[in-house]
């Protein structure tokens, strides 16, 4: 069964440094998210992409933030300058179509900011 | 402010009981996600309701729009059903962004 997969798995970085989380979601999907779950707390969502450009974004993706669709297949987070807020699970998700189709979530990125 | 409330946060059953799990949301929806996220992390979508009632196995999800309220049921639970099950709403004039409920973590007794 195809899945939507995330690399790495984890990530230890310093504060102030940039990183970039990967995700290859499902072939024939054409909508792609990513979240974010601090630990010990709710899903949040940050971002939905269609179409090679952002559809929604909520108001914890600000500048230092962006996303991008470089080759087809591959589905980026990056994070400018990351603050020790940043650490969490980022989550990508993607589907078939929008609102009435179910997403797929990927394994997971686990980011810690030291 | 909660747009989306589960109840209850924790829940725990002996092996074999019927269980339900509640989420009420405040706001008009377009569509409601029943969600499993395991113990690793992992999330995998259970249910996508917009009305009436869906069934999967012994998992099944109904959804009361008038009253803005829906219900999860496990029949004949496993200790695998161990897991935090995650309400998540599409809001009323998003196109696809999620709202999520904090999850009520449930615990099968063998």
């Known amino acids: 069964e195809p899945e939507v997969t995330q690399t790495p798995s984890h990530q230890v970085t310093q504060m102030g440094q940039e990183v970039i989380l990967r995700c290859v979601p499902i072939s024939n999907h054409l909508y792609f998210y990513w979240y974010r779950q601090i630990l010990g707390q709710k899903v949040e969502f940050l971002v939905s992409?269609?179409?090679?450009?952002?559809?929604?974004k909520s108001e914890i993706f600000d500048d230092q933030f962006s996303v991008e669709r470089p080759d087809g297949s591959n589905f980026t987070l990056k994070i400018r300058s990351t603050k020790l807020e940043d650490s969490a699970m980022y989550f990508c998700a993607s589907s078939v179509a929008g609102t009435q189709e179910t997403q797929y979530f990927g394994p997971g990125t686990r980011l810690l900011v030291l | 402010k909660n747009e989306v409330e589960q109840s209850p946060q924790n829940l725990t059953a002996q092996e074999g009981e019927f269980i339900t799990i509640n989420c009420s949301y405040s706001v008009g929806i377009s569509a409601l996600h029943w969600l499993q996220q395991h113990p690793g992390g992992g999330i995998v979508s259970l249910f996508m309701?917009?009305?009436g009632k869906k069934k999967h196995g012994r998992l099944i999800a109904t959804i009361n729009i008038q009253e803005k309220h829906s219900s999860l049921h496990i029949t004949a639970s496993h200790p695998r059903d161990s897991a935090v099950y995650i309400c998540?709403?599409?809001?009323?004039?998003?196109?696809?962004?999620?709202?999520f409920g904090s999850g009520t973590q449930l615990t099968v007794l063998p």
């Open positions: 998540a709403v599409v809001l009323s004039g998003s196109a696809r962004q999620l709202t």
């Open positions: 309701l917009s009305s």
């Open positions: 992409f269609y179409n090679n450009e952002i559809s929604e």
